[in-house]
């Protein structure tokens, strides 16, 4: 078994924005079931061993939170829209445990298998180590949404977007409590690993409405800002090309990933008999990222 620092897990960015109910332990499950799946063979069947998610002694109430959180996972699925229609997608079929062994066995959904083993593009890399070490599922779902924009070292979402994807519209109702189990949480928890953050409240009026987080390593800001600042002015001056509007591409900027910038500009470049540019540029993006 390789060490956790040395695995990573891929996902589709799909699943990273999706909405769901998992707990943090959950996550941590379902993080070994995805690193494991590319070694999957026809019976669909992944092994986890308890010492994965439990490295020190384990007791009997460890044992059955295990059991409870494992039941819950088959009846939970990743909730996302895609073009107009929505998907309901469950990770788990069957779940068994064998004691004598301390293994848990997890049969694997046909339908889960596009998102996470026949990636080809769209997805993010996350290391194991730092998502089994968070004590919050707040600090994991941050954690992911800032490594898929590690080349831009922004991200800016709606508040109300981000308590729609934590499934968080009837908890945490104040702005501040929000802010302090979610958002500070996260901070504090990220600061232990690759990348840590802050973040810059802005207002419609008297009211917060969008948070954007900026990206650091460690203390630093994130490495090769040079580089990356002269491939995020390229990418303006490519999108001015495509005869969209500043306000289009400053939205474009900071909800999309710089790669994804990159490959979209491409795509449509290569795109025959196109009338009108920046309408057509503006409808790829926003149907392909499902931004606004």
């Not at 080809?120 to 779902?141: A, E, P």
């Not at 189990?181 to 504090?188: E, S």
Request: aromatic share 14%.
């Amino acid at each position: 078994m390789y060490p956790l620092a040395k695995r990573n897990v891929l996902n589709d960015n799909k699943l990273i924005t999706a909405r769901y109910r998992y707990t943090t332990l959950q996550k941590k499950i379902l993080y070994l079931i995805f690193e494991k799946m590319k070694f999957m063979d026809a019976t669909r069947r992944v092994q986890i061993h308890i010492s994965e998610l439990f490295p020190e002694t384990v007791n009997q109430a460890i044992y059955t939170k295990i059991k409870t959180e494992s039941k819950k996972l088959r009846d939970l699925a990743y909730n996302f829209e895609e073009g107009g229609n929505w998907h309901y997608v469950g990770v788990i079929g069957a779940v068994h445990y064998f004691s004598g062994k301390g293994v848990l066995e997890f049969e694997i959904t046909d339908s889960i298998t596009p998102y996470v083993k026949e990636l080809k593009g769209n997805f993010t890399t996350l290391n194991i180590s730092h998502l089994m070490s968070f004590k919050s599922v707040y600090s994991q779902r941050i954690y992911e949404n800032l490594c898929r924009f590690r080349d831009t070292g922004i991200w800016s979402i709606h508040v109300s977007d981000l308590r729609f994807m934590f499934d968080l519209e009837h908890k945490y109702r104040s702005y501040n409590t929000f802010k302090k189990n979610v958002i500070i949480t996260a901070q504090r928890e990220l600061e232990k690993t690759d990348l840590s953050f802050a973040f810059r409240e802005i207002k419609t009026g008297k009211k917060i409405t969008t948070i954007q987080f900026r990206i650091k390593q460690g203390q630093q800001h994130f490495p090769f800002q040079d580089e990356i600042t002269e491939k995020r002015k390229v990418a303006k001056e490519r999108l001015e090309q495509l005869r969209l509007s500043s306000k289009q591409i400053n939205i474009i900027m900071s909800k999309v990933a710089l790669t994804d910038i990159y490959k979209t500009i491409h795509y449509i470049k290569n795109q025959p008999n196109v009338m009108n540019l920046g309408a057509y540029t503006w409808t790829v993006f926003t149907e392909h990222y499902k931004i606004s």
